[in-house]
Structures are given as structure tokens and as C-alpha cells.
């Protein structure tokens, strides 16, 4: 499966397994399915590595040493409730289903498993849950129209160069935490050097022109991290 476009750049997963080979071998699996898999077997190392690096979907063993699968995930539910996850345990006792369930997951996969369902399931879950798929996403009081290239906002709309739209797109799918520098460049230029770093810097500051008629939009830069969009507004504010 070829990897897809920026635009579109590959769904994160976070495999939390402590058995190394299974891990191992799932993030092989879904990294040569077009997904882009991170694996940690120790579980309590998972929410530092949320607080600086975005994921679309985590998936959770249940038993664990030290921090098991479910207090790991009433840990994300708190701390980053726009997060999914789902169980992948050899758990398969009813009680511990509902358990699982009840926390929150959006789905409770017993080992053993086929990994190919296991791949469908979690494409499915995503393509259902994730908001990069619409083609249309709000920014405040803007409307941000991907397949068109525009940006329609309170005096008007605006047309983007191809990555002022993936540079936006990917703050916005987002917004609210931190995009480090690194990952944008890398996403947007394919590496992480100076110059992309230089040439970050200036689409930043044409966005944060373009989205200044809406005060309650902010494009912050967390120095040395990245960036963070920030944006609210009411529905009677945005464009039609």
C-alpha cells in the first residue's frame, strides 16, 4: 500500500504490548499496510510520550507490569479525552469486556487474533472517527475547504498554495496540542533540517496573517517543541 499524501499522511498508532516480539511484529505488520506504528512495552512511559507527540489511535494490552492496560487507560481518558483506543488482551472474560468497554474503548479485540482483521478493524475505526477524511474542516470562523483550496473565512475567502493547505490542515486536524516542528517538517518537506525549519517559519507567519480577523484564533509557537492551534467559535460565527 503506497503511503498516502501529506494531505493525507498515514494514521499514528501507539502499540502499548510489553511482549517485544508481538510488538514488534504488529508495528512490522501495519507500518507495510501504510500506517505509521510506534511500539512501547513499558506502559509507564506512554503518557509522557502523549504529552509531546500526536497519535490518531492507541492500542492497549491489558496486562501489563506496573501500570496495566486499564489504568492506562483511565490515565488517557483523563488527561486526553479526544484520543481513541482500543483493548488488544488475551482478557476474555465478560467482566473484563465490560470493563474495557465501559472505560471507554471503541473496541475489545481477544488474542488470539488474525492480524489482517486486526488491521480492517482499525482502518475502519478510523476512517469512521478520524476528522482528516472530511474535505471540509472549521477553524474558528473560518472554513477550511481541502479539496478546493480555500479558505473562507469573515471578509471573504482565500486561496492556498499546496502547503499553506497541508501546513493548516495538519494544525488543524490538531488543534488544541502540540504539532512538534519536527514532525511538520518532516511531513511537509520529507526531512528535518535548517532550511525547513526557516521555511516553517515563514508559512507560519502568512497563516497567522490569513487567520487574523478571528481574535479567538491563536497559532502559538511552544519554544523549542512546535506549534499549537487554538481555535473556538460559535456556530453562528462561521462562514455558510
Known amino acids: 500500500m503506497e503511503r498516502p ?3 493525507e499522511h498515514p494514521y499514528r498508532l501507539l502499540i ?3 511482549d517485544n516480539d508481538l510488538g514488534h511484529i504488529l508495528a512490522a505488520y501495519l507500518r507495510s499496510r501504510g500506517f505509521e506504528p510506534t511500539h512501547r512495552a513499558d506502559s509507564t512511559s506512554v503518557v509522557d510520550l502523549l504529552r509531546v507527540q500526536q497519535f490518531d489511535l492507541c492500542v492497549l ?3 501489563m507490569p506496573e501500570l496495566d ?3 492506562l487507560a483511565e490515565q488517557i481518558r483523563t488527561l486526553f479525552p479526544q484520543l481513541p483506543f482500543i483493548f488488544l488482551t488475551a482478557r476474555q ?3 473484563d469486556r465490560l470493563k474495557g468497554l465501559g472505560l471507554g474503548a471503541i473496541d475489545y479485540i481477544c488474542k488470539p487474533f488474525e492480524v489482517e482483521e486486526l488491521e480492517l478493524r482499525i482502518r475502519n475505526l478510523l476512517e469512521r472517527i478520524s476528522p482528516r477524511r472530511r474535505s471540509v474542516l472549521d477553524i474558528g470562523r ?3 475547504d481541502r479539496e478546493r483550496f480555500e479558505l473562507a473565512g469573515p471578509h471573504g475567502s ?3 498554495t499546496e502547503r499553506e493547505l497541508d501546513l493548516l490542515s495538519l494544525l488543524a486536524e490538531n488543534a488544541g496540542s502540540v504539532v512538534t516542528r519536527t514532525e511538520i517538517t518532516k511531513q511537509l518537506w520529507g526531512h528535518s533540517d535548517y532550511f525547513s525549519g526557516r521555511s516553517l517559519d515563514v508559512f507560519v507567519s502568512r497563516l497567522r496573517s490569513y487567520l487574523a480577523d478571528d481574535p479567538n484564533i491563536e497559532l502559538r509557537s511552544i519554544r523549542g517543541v512546535g506549534l499549537i492551534l487554538d481555535a473556538r467559535a460559535r456556530e453562528e460565527d462561521r462562514p455558510n
Open 5 to 7: 499524501p501529506v494531505g
Open 93 to 95: 472474560q465478560r467482566d
Open 16 to 18: 502499548v504490548e510489553d
Open 142 to 144: 473560518f472554513r477550511l
Open 61 to 63: 494490552d491489558v496486562v
Open 158 to 160: 482565500r486561496h492556498l
Open 69 to 71: 492496560g486499564f489504568e
